[in-house]
């Protein structure tokens, strides 16, 4: 499934990938769904996914677990960077990844201590002096969750608006974090189009997992084929994509594709249903 989407997007090793996690209840049944999504032309697509038999954060275990069968698909040297956030933190995790070669970039909480210059600390103290939309990379590694990592990092604003400080520990020195890291953004978009501002993912009332998993391999397709089409729609019509006075396209690719999917279905027109049958193509 996860090579079939790689070849019909075009996708070319080694990937960029991200990890995440969304969750919701039917009923009293959690839905917790692990994710590993790639970049496409600047948004996340999805290629693997667990689900979880609890609430909460995968473990470190599973972590491994979802990297591998991504490796054990596309080969040893098939990631270019790995990004996740907050909640996948952990010695044998961190340690696996640092033993596999595999770089990465992870956020970590502003309070998670370290040693610097003889006392304990926290990371966040490493980064008082830089300014607002800045980022420090350092170049000594710290010791952090028993690991040698690269640290880099200012200060941002957290969801609740209040003063906080974003902190990347890498698996190596280097500048352009920011932009690696961007991706962990994008995943949480394409978890709101496949829920509230797409598919509706979470009305589904299916609660078995290989149903539901088997759900979720046909979204992706259908996610793809959005893609493809809204891609293709871009840039025959510019004007759809034109940047608004608040920095962001009018429409995204996403909703591009699916609006225009939907309206052909809707209008009966055989040329066009023929037209949005032809990207399900791989050539």
Same mark, same amino acid.
């Given at each position: 499934?996860a090579?079939f989407?790689?070849?019909f997007l *075009?996708i070319e090793l080694?990937?960029?990938?991200?990890?995440?996690?969304?969750?919701? #209840?039917f009923g !009293?049944?959690? +839905?917790?769904i692990?994710m590993?999504?790639v970049? $496409?032309?600047?948004?996340?697509?999805?290629?693997f996914w667990m689900?979880?038999d609890?609430?909460?954060?995968?473990?470190?275990?599973?972590?491994?677990?979802?990297?591998?069968m991504?490796?054990d698909?596309?080969g040893?040297?098939s990631?270019?960077s790995l990004t996740?956030?907050r909640?996948?933190i952990g010695q044998?995790?961190v340690g $696996?990844?640092?033993?596999q070669?595999i770089?990465?970039?992870i956020?970590? !909480?502003?309070?998670?201590?370290i /040693?610097h210059?003889g006392?304990?600390?926290?990371?966040?103290?490493l980064?008082?002096?830089v300014?607002?939309?800045?980022?420090?990379?350092?170049?000594?590694?710290?010791? +952090?969750?028993?690991?040698?990592?690269?640290?880099?990092? *200012?200060?941002?604003?957290?969801k609740?608006? @209040?003063?906080?400080?974003f902190?990347?520990?890498s698996?190596?020195y280097?500048?352009g974090?920011?932009?690696?890291y961007a991706?962990?953004?994008? +995943? @949480?978009?394409l978890?709101? @189009?496949?829920?509230?501002? *797409?598919?509706?993912?979470?009305?589904?009332?299916?609660?078995?997992?290989?149903?539901?998993?088997t759900?979720?391999?046909?979204?992706? +397709?259908?996610?793809c $084929?959005i893609?493809?089409? *809204?891609?293709?729609?871009a840039e025959?019509?510019? /004007?759809?994509?034109? #940047?608004?006075?608040?920095? /962001?396209p009018?429409y995204?690719?996403t909703r591009?594709?699916f609006d225009?999917?939907?309206?052909?279905?809707?209008s009966?027109? #055989?040329?066009?249903?023929?037209?949005?049958?032809?990207?399900l193509?791989?050539?």
């Amino acid at each position: 499934m996860a090579m079939f989407i790689v070849s019909f997007l *075009g996708i070319e090793l080694p990937m960029t990938v991200a990890i995440d996690r969304t969750n919701w #209840k039917f009923g !009293k049944t959690p +839905i917790n769904i692990f994710m590993l999504s790639v970049k $496409w032309r600047g948004k996340a697509v999805p290629l693997f996914w667990m689900l979880l038999d609890k609430e909460g954060n995968s473990n470190q275990v599973e972590r491994i677990d979802l990297i591998k069968m991504f490796l054990d698909t596309f080969g040893p040297d098939s990631i270019a960077s790995l990004t996740a956030d907050r909640e996948f933190i952990g010695q044998e995790w961190v340690g $696996w990844l640092l033993n596999q070669d595999i770089p990465f970039d992870i956020r970590i !909480k502003s309070n998670t201590g370290i /040693r610097h210059n003889g006392r304990d600390c926290s990371v966040k103290d490493l980064f008082k002096g830089v300014k607002r939309g800045k980022i420090r990379c350092l170049k000594k590694p710290f010791t +952090i969750f028993g690991c040698d990592v690269y640290l880099s990092g *200012g200060p941002a604003k957290n969801k609740k608006g @209040e003063d906080d400080y974003f902190i990347i520990a890498s698996h190596y020195y280097h500048k352009g974090v920011s932009k690696r890291y961007a991706l962990c953004w994008r +995943i @949480e978009q394409l978890f709101k @189009e496949l829920k509230t501002s *797409g598919f509706q993912l979470e009305q589904t009332h299916l609660t078995v997992h290989q149903r539901l998993s088997t759900m979720l391999a046909l979204l992706a +397709i259908a996610f793809c $084929w959005i893609l493809k089409v *809204g891609q293709h729609l871009a840039e025959r019509k510019p /004007r759809l994509v034109k #940047k608004c006075k608040h920095g /962001r396209p009018r429409y995204s690719i996403t909703r591009i594709g699916f609006d225009a999917i939907r309206k052909v279905y809707w209008s009966h027109k #055989k040329r066009d249903i023929k037209f949005v049958l032809l990207f399900l193509s791989c050539t």
